[in-house]
């Protein structure tokens, strides 16, 4: 029996090979854009979202004998990118780190497609702005569409805390909002 995994006593899953390399192979070649836009999402940078990206691809290859007859490989995975960005993070939050300036200038309200990219970019440079933990929360609650109680379970909290983390994103979205728009009848 070679190269399968029992996982009741009547149901045998095949592999391509002893090790599940090629299954591994197949899962990550479909599901790496997935993965990918998730952590972008969670990271807020494309160069944090390859490398959160690729230290749970690296772990879940060490562990892909156990991870393969999971019934939700990417729920797993997606713990894992959050787990290395959250780690990363800690490791670096102390460090000083100087951005371009921040400040956003929207043009005045209007029915049309750039006004509508240019809203969805003020808001996600406002996301981007929030503690690592809402912004995840956020991503997961209304990218994802995930419950607080599979939100709790990939970030590693309570289920209390998961619906607090979204409730405080919002709460600081909602008042940058407002003061973004006071910012803008004033000077326009």
Known sequence: MDGAVAIDDEDVVEYGSPSGEDDFDAWVTDRAPSLLRFAYLTTGSRDAAEDAVQTALTRACEQWGRLRVLSDRDAYVR?????????????????????????????????????????????????????????????????????????AELIGCSEATARSHVHRALAALRIRLEGHDEQENHDG
């Open 79 to 151: 713990r894992m990118i959050v787990n290395a960005h959250v780690s990363w993070w800690r490791k670096f939050r102390r460090r000083e780190v100087p951005v371009a300036d921040v400040r956003v200038e929207v043009a005045a309200w209007a029915p049309d497609v750039a006004t509508s990219v240019s809203n969805a970019d003020l808001v996600w440079q406002l996301c981007v702005s929030l503690p690592t933990q809402q912004r995840a929360s956020v991503v997961l609650r209304f990218y994802e569409d995930l419950s607080f109680r599979q939100i």
